[in-house]
């Protein structure tokens, strides 16, 4: 067995916490605000991606992805090009229950813009959290839209 480093005693152990990730999604949060709206997307979406692995950040990383999957389908495509599908399968397997109900929403997004997530999907065990969920979620009122027979 392996003993972990220590610093040096001339080397404090104590690092100041970083604002970059909470003032790039003040940033992205403005930018969903008042922004223009075009294919390119805002420069933030990458970092936002990556901010939903830092655990301080992961609840307004995730409502602030949510509101921008909302704009539309270019914004899916957007966060998908981006790699945003490793991430929301990490996390779709997360024990914090204040995360599924946001988690839905974008899952469900990603997986209504592209065909091979959806393939993916039923290969993967977050599937069984993510229907597991909308099982038991009997206060989500959901409603078929579709002309479906038999729906």
């Known amino acids: 067995m392996t003993t972990p480093m220590r610093l040096p005693p001339h080397i404090s152990s104590s690092f100041p916490r970083s604002a970059f990730f909470a003032n790039q999604l003040t940033a992205f949060e403005v930018w969903l605000r ?5 294919a390119a997307g805002p ?3 990458p970092i936002v991606l990556q901010v939903l692995l830092s655990q301080p950040h992961r ?6 992805l949510a509101r921008f999957l909302d704009l539309g ?12 599908f490793p991430y929301v399968i990490k996390l779709l397997q997360s024990p914090d229950r ?3 109900h946001i988690l839905v929403f974008v899952w469900a997004k990603i997986l209504a813009l592209d ?3 959806q393939v993916r999907t039923a290969l993967w065990t977050a599937v069984k959290v993510f229907a597991l969920f909308c099982v038991l979620s009997t206060h989500v009122h959901v409603e078929c839209v579709c002309d479906c027979p038999g729906v």
């Open 43 to 45: 420069d933030q979406v």
């Open 34 to 38: 008042f922004g223009k709206r075009s």
């Open 73 to 84: 389908p270019w914004a899916g495509n957007l966060a998908l090009v981006v790699g945003i």
């Open 59 to 64: 609840l307004r990383a995730l409502a602030l």
């Open 115 to 117: 065909r091979s997530c």
């Open 98 to 100: 204040r995360l599924r």
